[in-house]
């Protein structure tokens, strides 16, 4: 059982680059989120999902896209790196409602914009 | 910024000490998380209780809540070596599905 897995782990962009990153659950999770984590700063969220086909913003939703396309999957693009998205990513999932049921996170992607 | 804030910021014991942490945040929730995470990886789940609970063990754990002073407590008991890492808390509140974390404490257990 893989839980949640991220790819890739690590990613180094230069200014103005774009990338996709893809976070994968087996878990048959409806929730699945996108954080990043800065240092001194804990995780915020950048946008999130109830379901497949849905998305919704966080709190730190730009320079960020996503898609649900299926249920299994949450991808995060950047569509034109900056030095400001230098940071780790984290995908988590839950089988429901975050605030009542815990989460579930990937490993985590370190990526740096150069 | 509605994050919850974790205090101490960083905390140093010895194997066998107790270590307790607290968070406080700002507004009304249903829950509150404990997570944990290893340098370098990913936060793994530790505890949750519920608004309407005042204290849940698990363990080694013990997890005290006051609603009332918006603030939660995390208890190690016995700590371990292997206990070192960093300790967030997590609140969401009302039909928010927002999982806000704090900024975490630093824990070090020296053998």
């Known amino acids: 059982n893989a839980g949640v897995t991220q790819t890739p782990k690590f990613r180094v962009l230069k200014t103005g680059q774009s990338m996709t990153l893809l976070c994968a659950q087996d878990m048959n999770h409806e929730y699945m989120y996108w954080y990043r984590q800065d240092p001194g700063m804990g995780l915020r969220l950048i946008h999130y999902s109830v379901g497949e086909g849905t998305t919704a913003k966080g709190e730190v939703p730009d320079g960020y896209n996503v898609s649900r396309l299926k249920k299994q999957n949450f991808l995060l693009g950047l569509e034109s790196a900056a030095p400001s998205q230098t940071s780790v990513y984290f995908c988590?999932?839950?089988?429901?409602?975050?605030?009542?049921?815990?989460?579930?996170f990937g490993q985590g992607t370190r990526l740096t914009v150069v | 910024s509605q994050q919850g804030e974790e205090d101490p910021q960083a905390l140093s014991i010895q194997e066998g000490e107790n270590a307790t942490m607290n968070c406080s945040y700002k507004t009304s929730i249903n829950n509150l998380q404990w997570y944990r995470q290893n340098s370098g990886r990913g936060l793994v789940h530790l505890i949750l209780i519920r608004s309407n609970e005042r204290e849940k063990h698990s363990g080694r754990l013990r997890v005290t809540l006051d609603t009332s002073k918006k603030s939660s407590s995390l208890l190690i008991t016995a700590s371990r070596a292997a206990d070192t890492a960093s300790y967030f808390c997590?609140?969401?509140?009302?039909?928010?599905?927002?999982?806000?974390f704090g900024k975490g404490t630093l824990l070090t257990v020296n053998p």
């Open positions: 997590a609140h969401s509140g009302g039909s928010n599905y927002k999982l806000t």
């Open positions: 988590a999932s839950s089988s429901g409602h975050t605030g009542s049921t815990e989460a579930f």
